[in-house]
């Protein structure tokens, strides 16, 4: 990986630098604003190249006042930006518990749905289930008198097994009716009617009145309870949307208290320069200046075919001011400073690849915004399965074309997706949705920008190659007789050689002959607009040639 610090150290035309001018400028009439306002008026504006800044520090002795009063901005911005961390840390915990109890409520009524829709094993599972989530919250709340503690006392022994056991088939039919549980669990439940066991006197009559009384209490809970989870359900996902929202508001809102704190950390410069009781300041900047990519056609050794090659000139203005802090406008609060001193100017000039200079930029980007923005950013990306879950699965489980479509894009059949993690969210399903259901995505589609993207695959056409013969090589049509010779020379050199071998070979040289051309132009030019901004840089603070 490239660093512009590795490129620093490289020599002149070794491999990307081009140029490279040092200037120093000492003299107290000219501020350090001025010099940098006009380099980048003038790399932007006059030159039309892309001005970037990649560097931005400063020191200062700790005696001085500069140095109180940029640490009392500080514990300014770390004080506002503390609470707003804070209130963002309880958001964020009050969304994971909001997802917690959903996916707790969404579980149950899974329940609910298998006792309506499934197969009778299935139905049958569920229906036992949701007797033991009864017997465990709602009846043991009844203390002594409870199911699970009568049966532990002489003569109620079989109670908690008839309760499992049996049901009521009056209560039964009404529930089929109200559609409560399915006709094949219907059917399979009246079967089991604790009248045909009450008639056979084989279990003590107290017993089974306190089995019916507490069936009846169980289907009048089931019966209520699916209305009050799904009330519930509703409105957690109105919470959770608000809580969402809310804390991508603070997020937004506290990003520049973190980001302009850590702008004014304090850099440790190891220099004599800097004496504690002297007001001295160190500051240290980089502009990166690119201009146009330029597209070179190269020879590729490895696979010994044509490539394509981006190539941008990389325009460096390095500026170290070792300045006096000067007020230039107090108040009884705050004073305003500008510099003034001693500035070291380091032009230099590179030509890199499009990929090199991502990675330049990558290790020199100041990271003052990863703090926060990973903290936030990476959380979002955590729980976006979870929370379209929440927001999605519903009306995809409701709707069945839309369903089909969402399997289409997943490469699954419509039966493979039964549930909410069966669906692997992605930027091109929450595109689907988009264009059959809009009004799903309002007030969490943003929220998409935190999903996998797909890598596209780019189909490279490749280009149909006519075999060539020996002749046709040495005497292609061709315009110039000087390009006739040509050819006839490079057949002669390569005479003897395998016909295959020698159209590479022709190939490789025709293609390394002109990207070296274009390169050495390209470098040219590039080095005369380096040696341009040096000079228009010194006429125009009439500094000496």
């Keep these: 990986m490239v660093s512009l610090d590795e490129l620093r150290k490289e020599k002149v035309r070794e491999k990307h630098k081009l140029l490279e001018v040092k200037l120093i400028y000492d003299q107290p009439n000219f501020r350090l604003e001025t010099f940098y306002f006009w380099l980048i008026d003038f790399l932007r504006d006059s030159l039309k190249l892309k001005v970037e800044k990649i560097s931005d520090f400063y020191s200062a002795s700790a005696g001085s006042f500069f140095f109180g009063e940029m640490g009392q901005r500080m514990a300014v911005l770390l004080n506002q930006g503390k609470s707003l961390a804070e209130t963002i840390n309880n958001i964020a915990r009050s969304v994971i518990s909001i997802i917690n109890e959903y996916k707790l409520i969404e579980n149950r009524l899974r329940l609910y749905d298998d006792i309506k829709y499934s197969d009778k094993d299935t139905a049958l599972a569920a229906f036992k289930a949701l007797k033991s989530l009864w017997i465990d919250n709602v009846d043991t709340e009844k203390g002594g008198a409870s199911l699970r503690n009568l049966s532990t006392k002489l003569g109620y022994t079989t109670l908690l097994d008839i309760f499992f056991l049996y049901e009521l088939g009056n209560k039964i039919e009404y529930l089929r009716e109200k559609s409560i549980i399915s006709d094949v669990l219907a059917q399979e439940l009246k079967n089991r009617d604790i009248v045909e066991l009450e008639k056979k006197n084989i279990v003590n009559q107290r017993v089974i009145n306190i089995a019916k009384s507490r069936l009846e209490e169980f289907y009048t809970w089931l019966e209520n309870s699916e209305k009050e989870l799904r009330s519930r359900k509703d409105i957690l996902k109105s919470y959770l949307k608000h809580q969402i929202n809310a804390f991508v508001t603070y997020t937004e809102f506290a990003r520049p208290y973190f980001r302009f704190a850590r702008r004014l950390l304090i850099k440790e ?10 007001e001295t300041a160190m500051v240290e900047l980089v502009l990166l200046a690119t201009g146009d990519e330029q597209e ?3 020879w590729d050794p490895v696979k010994e075919e044509k490539i394509k090659r981006k190539y941008i000139p990389l325009y460096e203005v390095s500026i170290k001011f070792r300045a006096l802090p000067t007020v230039v406008y107090a108040t009884e609060r705050a004073r305003m400073y500008s510099f003034i001193g001693r500035t070291d100017f380091e032009f230099r000039v590179y030509l890199v690849t499009k990929e090199e200079l991502e990675e330049i930029r990558i290790n020199e980007e100041i990271q003052d915004l990863l703090y926060i923005k990973g903290m936030t950013d990476d959380f979002l990306r955590s729980l976006s399965y979870a929370i379209f879950n929440v927001f999605l699965w519903d009306t995809i489980q409701s709707d069945v074309n839309l369903k089909e479509k969402i399997a289409k894009a997943l490469g699954k059949s419509i039966d493979k997706i039964r549930r909410p993690e069966d669906i692997e969210w992605s930027d091109s399903i ?4 988009k264009k059959e259901k809009p009004q799903l995505l309002e007030g969490i589609e943003w929220i998409r920008k935190y999903l ?14 006519k075999e060539e013969t020996i002749v046709s090589v040495a005497f292609p049509f061709i315009s110039s007789f000087s390009d006739i010779l040509y050819k006839i020379f490079k057949f002669i050199v390569t005479f003897g050689i395998s016909e295959l071998k020698i159209m590479k070979n022709l190939q490789k040289k025709d293609v390394e002959r002109k990207s070296k051309e274009v390169l050495d132009k390209l470098k040219a ?5 380096g040696w341009k901004i040096y000079s228009s840089f010194k006429k125009t603070f009439r500094l000496l040639s």
Excluded: G, Q
């Design 452 to 465: 996998p993207k797909e890598e596209k695959k780019v189909e490279e056409k490749k280009e149909e190659k």
């Design 525 to 529: 030019d590039s080095t005369d607009l």
């Design 269 to 278: 410069y190891e220099t004599p320069d800097i004496v504690n009781v002297f």
């Design 296 to 298: 070179i056609e190269e």
């Design 430 to 433: 929450i595109e689907i949705i």
